[in-house]
C-alpha cells in the first residue's frame, strides 16, 4: 500500500467489513499466539503481572517504607511491568482525563482529521495512524492521539484537543502530578544500584529535560480479531511509561517464553521500565516484550504517558558505577534518537533474513 496519508482503522472498522485488509493480517506464525483475549483476561493459572502498592512508599516506618521500595525493585528487576495501586493520583482525576480522551475520539473521523499529524514530513504530534515501516506494509488496528504533555514549557497547546472543553486542564492536571511520581519511584531503582536517589532521573534528563509524552491509543473493533494486533510485540524505548485504559483487556507481557494477559485492576496504573533504563542499569532492570490484542465487542482505548529523555543531548549507556570486570557493559553508548533508529533497523534486517 502506498499511502501519504495513513487510513484510519476506525473508518475501517465502522465501514461493515467482515475481512480485514491484507496489510493487518498478521504471519501465521503470530496467529499462532493470537487467542481470545477476554477468555485469557479471565484466567488464573500462571504468573501474573505484579501489582505494587504504593501506599507506604513515603512511610515514616523505615521498615514500612523500605518492604514497599523493594517490592517495587523485585518487580521491575522480575518483570519490568506492574500495576502500580494507591499511587497518589485521584481516581476521580484518573476519570476525568479518561473521559476527556473518549469524548474526543466520540467526535467523526472528519472532525478528528483537523488534527492530523503528518508523520513524513516529522510532524508527528496530533491524531494519525501508524504508517508501515517495514517492506511487508505490516499495519496495526489502532488510531491514536499523540502530544508532548510535560515540561509545560515545550508543549504545542495549538496541538491540543479542544472538544471536550476540559480535555487541557485534566490533561495539564494529570500530567503535573505523574511528573511528581515520576521522581519519586525513579528513586527506587536508582538506590537499587547502590546510587544516589536523584541518579537515575538526572541521566534520563531531570526536571527540565524529561519529556512527557502522552499518546491515547484507540483501538476499533475487529472484525477479525485473531488474525490482527493493535500494537505489535515490541519493547518501549522510554525510561518509564504509564498507561491507563477503559477497563477493555488488550495487554500482553511476554514473560519466561509465554504471553501473559494483564488483568485489568481498577484505579491502577500500568507502569513499563523502559529500554532507557534497561540500558542505564546494564539490564538488571527489565523492558519487557509487550504486544496489544484486539477483539469484536469492545472499543478499548489506553492513555500511555512515555517519559522519555532528550533525543540527542545525552548518551545513553551503562553507568560506570553498574558495570565491572564480571559484568561488562551489555549496550553500546548511543544517543535516544540513535537507540529507536538502532531497533528500527534491526527489525529490518531480520525481516530480510525471513
Ligand atoms: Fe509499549
Given at each position: 500500500m502506498v499511502n501519504s496519508v495513513a487510513p484510519r482503522v476506525e473508518s475501517l472498522a465502522t465501514s461493515g467489513i467482515q475481512s480485514i485488509p491484507k496489510e493487518y493480517v498478521r504471519t501465521i506464525e503470530e496467529q499462532t499466539s493470537i487467542t481470545n483475549i477476554f477468555e485469557e483476561e479471565k484466567k488464573e493459572e500462571g504468573p501474573q503481572v505484579p501489582t505494587i502498592d504504593?501506599?507506604?512508599?513515603?512511610?515514616?516506618d523505615i521498615k514500612v517504607r523500605e518492604k514497599c521500595r523493594e517490592e517495587l525493585k523485585k518487580a521491575a528487576m522480575d518483570w519490568g511491568v506492574m500495576h502500580l495501586v494507591n499511587?497518589?493520583?485521584s481516581n476521580e482525576l484518573l476519570e476525568k482525563v479518561k473521559k476527556a480522551g473518549e469524548v474526543f475520539f466520540q467526535q467523526s473521523v472528519e472532525e478528528k482529521e483537523k488534527y492530523a499529524n503528518d508523520q513524513e514530513t516529522?510532524?508527528?504530534?496530533?491524531y494519525g495512524s501508524k504508517l508501515a515501516n517495514n517492506a511487508s506494509g505490516q499495519l496495526e488496528w489502532e488510531d491514536y492521539f499523540f502530544h508532548l504533555v510535560f515540561p509545560e514549557e515545550k508543549r504545542?497547546?495549538?496541538?491540543?484537543?479542544?472538544?471536550?472543553?476540559d480535555y487541557i486542564e485534566a490533561t495539564s492536571e494529570y500530567a503535573k502530578q505523574l511528573r511528581i511520581l515520576v521522581t519519586k519511584i525513579l528513586s527506587i531503582p536508582s538506590i537499587g544500584l547502590g546510587l544516589e536517589e536523584g541518579r537515575l532521573e538526572q541521566e534520563v534528563g531531570g526536571m527540565e529535560e524529561l519529556l512527557l509524552q502522552m499518546k491515547i491509543n484507540y483501538y476499533p473493533k475487529c472484525p477479525q480479531p485473531e488474525l490482527a494486533l493493535g500494537v505489535e510485540a515490541h519493547t518501549d524505548v522510554s525510561a518509564l511509561t504509564f498507561i491507563l485504559h477503559n477497563m477493555v483487556p488488550g495487554l500482553q507481557l511476554f514473560y519466561q517464553g509465554k504471553w501473559v494477559t494483564a488483568k485489568c485492576v481498577p484505579n491502577s496504573i500500568i507502569m513499563h521500565i523502559g529500554d532507557t533504563i534497561e540500558i542505564l542499569s546494564n539490564g538488571k532492570y527489565k523492558s519487557i516484550l509487550h504486544r496489544g490484542l484486539v477483539n469484536k465487542e469492545k472499543v478499548r482505548i489506553s492513555w500511555a504517558v512515555f517519559c522519555e529523555p532528550p533525543k540527542e543531548k545525552i548518551i545513553l549507556k551503562p553507568l560506570p558505577e553498574v558495570v565491572s570486570e564480571d559484568e561488562p557493559a551489555l549496550f553500546p553508548p548511543r544517543t535516544f534518537a540513535q537507540h529507536i533508529q538502532h531497533k528500527l533497523f534491526r527489525k529490518t534486517q531480520e525481516e530480510f533474513k525471513n
Open positions: 504504593l501506599k507506604e512508599i513515603d512511610s515514616e499511587h497518589g493520583i516529522g510532524k508527528i504530534a496530533g504545542d497547546m495549538s496541538i491540543w484537543p479542544k472538544t471536550p472543553s
